[in-house]
C-alpha cells in the first residue's frame, strides 16, 4: 500500500505512462527477484494459475505485498485462470498424420489399446461435424467428420506430427457458456480468501460469460474486477458486448493467432485498443512481446517495434509471460520494456484517436473531458483527482492525456487496481473534504511541484462516496 510517506523521486512529467505486467514463474520465485521486478518498473504481477500450488502462491502474494510496500508503490496482483484445458492427453512415442488420413480422439482414451488419441477435455459434448480443430499450436489442421459414442473423428487438411499435451484450438466451437471449469471455481475460493485485485477468464466467448463470472464472485463475496481474455474466435465476433461487461480486456495474442488468422491479430489488437479507451476499460497486450529474451539479453527489432507500436497506440498495459515466469534474463526484460516505453511517450510521433460513442455523453465524461481541457488551457503540470472506485481515474485516463494523472483514494483495492491504468500514480489518503489538496501540498513539500506550478483537481461534495465527483478547481501552488 502506497502512503504518504514515500513519495516518487522523479517529477510527474517523467512518469511511465503506459504500464507493466510480469508473470510469476520458477525464474522469480523468490522474494528478491519479485522486489527486483517491481523496482524495475513493474505495476501488476500474474499469477498462472494453469501452474504451481496454492501454497506457492500464497507465498509469491505475500512477497508482492511486502515488496510493494517497500517500495511505496501500488502493484496490482492477476489470478488469471486456466479455463477449460483443451489439450491432447498423454500417450507414449509421436503420431504421424498425413494430409487426408482420418483419426480420432477420445477423452481420457488409451492410444496403444484404442487406437484414439486421448484428450484431457471431452470434446464430444462441444463439437460438430464439420468444425475445425486445430492442433499442436495450430501447425495441424483437421475438419470434424463425425461424432460417434464419446468419440471424435476427424480428417486432416495438411501433414504434420502430434506428441502428448499439445494444445487444441477450437474456432468454431460454441462452449455455450461453460468456460469456467472444477478447478477454476476451486481456486477462485481459494482466490477470495487471498489479496487479490483482478481475475482473469480465460477463453471467453460472449459478454454471458462474464456476467456468469460476476454473480459468482457475488456469491464469494470476492471483491475483485474482471479481465476479459481475448483469445477466441467467438470473442472477436461478440467483441464490444464483451469490453462492455467486463472491467478490462487482455489481448492474447498466442491462441488469438490460431483461432483467428494471424493477419488479423493487429488489427483486432488496435479495435480492442480502441474500445477499452471508448468505454474506459483498461486493455493489455500480450503475448510473446520480448519472447527474444526468454534466451538472450536482447530482444529483436520486431519486438521493440512491437511494444512501441502497443504504446503508440494506447494501450493501457504491456504484458511479459514466458520472458519472466521461465526465461533466463527476467530483470533485464522488464528494464528493457520500460526503455521502450519512456523512449516512445517522449518521442511519440502521432496521436491515435477513435471513435466516440454514446459513453461520452455520461456525466462523468462530461466532466472528465472538462478536466483535461482546463488542464491543458492552464498548462498544468498534473490533474489531481479524488476516486473511491477508481471509476472518475478511468475515465481521465481513457482520453489519453499526456498531463500526469495522480489518484487519491481511501481504499486500498482501488489503490491497486488503478496500478495498471494508463498514466494514473495512485496515493492512499483517509476520506477528507481536502484529500486532492493535502496530497498536491504533500507533493509540493517533496519538491515534486515547484512554487508557481498549477493543478488541476477533481473531487466531490461527498468524499468517499462513489459516483459524486462534481468539483473541479485550479491552484496554482505557492
Not at 54 to 82: G, M
Not at 230 to 238: F, G, L, S
Not at 258 to 287: D, F, M, N, W
Amino acid at each position: 500500500m502506497q502512503s504518504l510517506n514515500g513519495a516518487p523521486n522523479i517529477a510527474p512529467k517523467d512518469f511511465k505512462r503506459t504500464k507493466i505486467i510480469a508473470t510469476i514463474g520458477p525464474s522469480v520465485d523468490n522474494y528478491e527477484a519479485i522486489a527486483s521486478l517491481i523496482k524495475a518498473g513493474v505495476n501488476g504481477l500474474r499469477l498462472n494459475f494453469s501452474h504451481g500450488t496454492n501454497k506457492e502462491r500464497t507465498q509469491q502474494i505475500a512477497w508482492v505485498r511486502k515488496a510493494a510496500k517497500a517500495a511505496s508503490k501500488p502493484v496490482a496482483i492477476i489470478q488469471d485462470l486456466q479455463g477449460p484445458k483443451i489439450r491432447l492427453g498423454d500417450f507414449d512415442g509421436v503420431a504421424t498424420i498425413a494430409k487426408g488420413q482420418s483419426f480420432s480422439f477420445c477423452f481420457g482414451a488409451d492410444y496403444a489399446g484404442s487406437g484414439h488419441l486421448p484428450t484431457q477435455y471431452d470434446l464430444s459434448k462441444k463439437v460438430k461435424r464439420g468444425e475445425r480443430i486445430y492442433l499442436n499450436d495450430g501447425k495441424l489442421h483437421t475438419t470434424v467428420s463425425s461424432v460417434r459414442s464419446g468419440v471424435v473423428h476427424v480428417t486432416a487438411a495438411n501433414s504434420g506430427i502430434l506428441v502428448q499435451r499439445k494444445g487444441i484450438n477450437l474456432p468454431d466451437t460454441d462452449f455455450g457458456g461453460d468456460i469456467i471449469t472444477a478447478k477454476d471455481r476451486t481456486d477462485l475460493v481459494y482466490g477470495s480468501a487471498q489479496d487479490i485485485d483482478y481475475v482473469a477468464l480465460s477463453f471467453v466467448q460472449t459478454a454471458d460469460d462474464i456476467t456468469r463470472l460476476r454473480k459468482l464472485l457475488k456469491s464469494l463475496n470476492y471483491n475483485v474486477k474482471i479481465i476479459a481474455k481475448i483469445e477466441t474466435k467467438a470473442a472477436v465476433d461478440n467483441l464490444e458486448d464483451i469490453v462492455r461487461a467486463s472491467d478490462a480486456v487482455m489481448i492474447a495474442r498466442g491462441d488469438l493467432a490460431v483461432e483467428t488468422p494471424p493477419e488479423s491479430v493487429p488489427i483486432v489488437q488496435r479495435r480492442i485498443i480502441g474500445l477499452g479507451r471508448q468505454y474506459a476499460k483498461p486493455t493489455i497486450v500480450a503475448t510473446q512481446m520480448l519472447a527474444g529474451m526468454n534466451e538472450g539479453p536482447e530482444p529483436t527489432r520486431a519486438e521493440v517495434s512491437d511494444v512501441a507500436s502497443a504504446v503508440i497506440v494506447g494501450s493501457d498495459c504491456v504484458m511479459l509471460s514466458d520472458e519472466t515466469a521461465t526465461g533466463q534474463y527476467p530483470i533485464e526484460a522488464v528494464q528493457t520494456m520500460k526503455r521502450i516505453i519512456v523512449y516512445t511517450e517522449h518521442h511519440m510521433p502521432l496521436k491515435v484517436s477513435f471513435e466516440s460513442t454514446d459513453d461520452d455523453h455520461t456525466r462523468q465524461a462530461a466532466i472528465s473531458k472538462a478536466v483535461i481541457s482546463l488542464a491543458e488551457d492552464v498548462q498544468a503540470v498534473a490533474i489531481v483527482a479524488e476516486t473511491k472506485s477508481g471509476a472518475t481515474a478511468l475515465q481521465i485516463a481513457s482520453y489519453r492525456t499526456t498531463i500526469p494523472l495522480i489518484s487519491v483514494t481511501n481504499d486500498v483495492r482501488t489503490l491497486q487496481q488503478l496500478a495498471i491504468v494508463y498514466g494514473n500514480k495512485s496515493y492512499m489518503q483517509p476520506v477528507d473534504p481536502l484529500a486532492a489538496n493535502k496530497l498536491t501540498d504533500w507533493l509540493r513539500q517533496a519538491k515534486l511541484f515547484h512554487k508557481g506550478d498549477i493543478v488541476v483537481t477533481a473531487s466531490g461534495r461527498y468524499p468517499g462516496v462513489v459516483g459524486t465527483t462534481d468539483t473541479i478547481k485550479v491552484r496554482v501552488l505557492e
